[in-house]
């Protein structure tokens, strides 16, 4: 089935370490979204990309980092430099003007 | 950076039509209206989207004023499980970065 699989679905990180997350997609979608979202808030929009070998930051990309060495994937590192990482992160993909597909999100949780 | 206004909750009685309401004063006239809906601790949920015309779906309908600077989703038939936050986004053209902007949304309860 076609789809886009977020994984893990959670994720324990030590202060301090970088922390990469996984986003794949087998919809043949060109552009891809990292989102974050807080308890109680709305998506924030972390970093998008809309071919490969080119992204884009969002609102919240200070602490992050992303790749799109493939079209089918969009990974997202967490680094030690962003200060508050505990979050629901979630990833999408979408082809130009039609409905974007959703991952399950990752919970990430700094121990 | 969210282009969209939406009240932050709204109640509904089950079986009762649901109408969501959605300002987008700034919308161009190459963005679509799109609606997500997420059910807590999950991925959003992709419900309808349109241009200029009213829209229909299995899940909801989509009504877009003639100015096209407001929007309603309506459930035509509330149920429990329709309980959750939806959002009302308009979508970037694409050569403007194809940006997927999420405002904060409007939480729907729906009640017995």
């Known amino acids: 089935d076609g789809g886009i699989t977020q994984s893990p679905k959670y994720l324990f990180r030590k202060e301090g370490q970088n922390v990469t997350l996984s986003c794949e997609q087998n919809l043949n979608h060109d552009a891809m979204y990292w989102y974050r979202q807080d308890p109680g808030q709305g998506l924030r929009l972390i970093y998008y990309?809309?071919?490969?070998?080119?992204?884009q930051k969002g609102d919240i990309a200070e602490g992050y980092s992303v790749s799109r060495e493939k079209k089918e994937s969009f990974p997202l590192t967490v680094t030690s430099a962003q200060k508050n990482p505990t979050a629901f992160y979630l990833c999408?993909?979408?082809?130009?003007?039609?409905?974007?597909?959703f991952g399950q999100g990752t919970r990430l949780t700094v121990v | 950076d969210a282009k969209t206004t939406q009240p932050p909750s709204m109640d509904c009685a089950e079986g009762r039509a649901a109408n969501l309401p959605c300002n987008h004063s700034?919308?161009?006239?190459?963005?679509?209206v799109y609606w997500y809906r997420q059910i807590h601790s999950q991925g959003p949920q992709y419900i309808i989207h349109g241009l200029k015309n009213n829209e229909t779906n299995e899940m909801a309908s989509l009504i877009i004023t003639e100015d096209r600077k407001s929007s309603t989703l309506i459930l035509p038939h509330a149920t429990l499980r329709d309980t959750a936050v939806y959002y009302c986004i308009v979508r970037l053209l694409y050569n403007q970065g194809g940006k997927l902007i999420f405002g904060q949304g409007t939480e729907l309860s729906v009640k017995p």
């Open positions: 700034t919308i161009s006239g190459n963005e679509y």
């Open positions: 990309s809309q071919i490969v070998n080119d992204f």
């Open positions: 999408a993909s979408s082809v130009d003007r039609l409905e974007a597909f």
